[in-house]
Nanobody, 119 residues
Framework: QVQLLESGGGLVQAGGSLRLSCAAS????????MAWLRQAPGKEHDFVAA????????YYADSVKGRFTISRDSAKMTLYLQMNNLNPEDTAAYYC????????????WGQGTQVTVSS
């Protein structure tokens, strides 16, 4: 089965940067769409960014455009999220998720990594 393992979270001051990684294992390939979502305490999961498997197109939530960059190393089957100019509103647990080509929902999730931005 496909498994996702996130890393790279931590505590950073406002204006700082972090890079998250998500290592995928199992029967997954570059045709899968992979994404980052986040969940702040007491809130629902919010979409952050994704790379579409069908054509490699990256797309972002408006709140992170221009600050976050999603990328994927297909050879290593690793997804990244470079986060710059972080602010306290970015504080959340960040989850890596994946779905197969043709599926509408993310069916595989990682365990999450905490990002805390202090003011």
């Amino acid at each position: 089965q496909v498994q996702l393992l996130e890393s790279g979270g931590g505590l950073v001051q406002a204006g700082g940067s972090l890079r998250l990684s998500c290592a995928a294992s199992g029967p997954i390939d570059s045709r899968w769409t992979m994404a980052w979502l986040r969940q702040a305490p007491g809130k629902e999961h919010d979409f952050v960014a994704a790379i579409r498997g069908s054509d490699g197109l990256a797309y972002y939530a408006d709140s992170v455009k221009g600050r976050f960059t999603i990328s994927r190393d297909s050879a290593k089957m690793t997804l990244y999220l470079q986060m710059n100019n972080l602010n306290p509103e970015d504080t959340a647990a960040y989850y890596c998720a994946a779905r197969e080509l043709g599926q509408n929902q993310y069916t595989v999730w990682g365990q999450g990594t905490q990002v805390t931005v202090s003011s």
